[in-house]
Nanobody, 114 residues
């Protein structure tokens, strides 16, 4: 199983960024998908969750600003981040889970300047 991420980078506060995660080795329609982030010196936290057959769920810090989606035809997970704040600066990683197994992408830095 491989997760290849793209997107991210540097953006000014109030701006938007999109992240994508191409999954290979697993059918996206059969897994639960997540996006997590890790700030320096802190543990990684899940900020967006999309389980099969359920609505998306978000951490309070990003609710109303982030949107997680999946494209099963392209086996790709997306994270759209709007109204970004400096405190959103972190390494963002995609994650898929199935039957107790968990797979993470390599992570990409997102920096929001004030």
């Amino acid at each position: 199983v491989q997760l290849l991420e793209s997107g991210g980078g540097v953006v000014q506060a109030g701006g938007s960024l999109g992240r994508s995660c191409l999954v290979s080795g697993l059918a996206l329609s059969s897994v639960d998908v997540f996006w997590g982030r890790q700030e320096p010196g802190k543990e990684r936290e899940v900020v967006a969750t999309l389980r099969r057959g359920s609505s998306a769920m978000y951490a309070d810090a990003v609710k109303g600003r982030f949107n997680i989606s999946r494209d099963s035809a392209k086996n790709t997970i997306h994270l759209q981040m709007n109204s970004l704040k400096p405190e959103d600066t972190a390494i963002y990683s995609c994650n898929v889970r199935k039957l107790g197994a968990s797979y993470w992408g390599q992570g990409t830095q997102v920096t929001v300047s004030s």
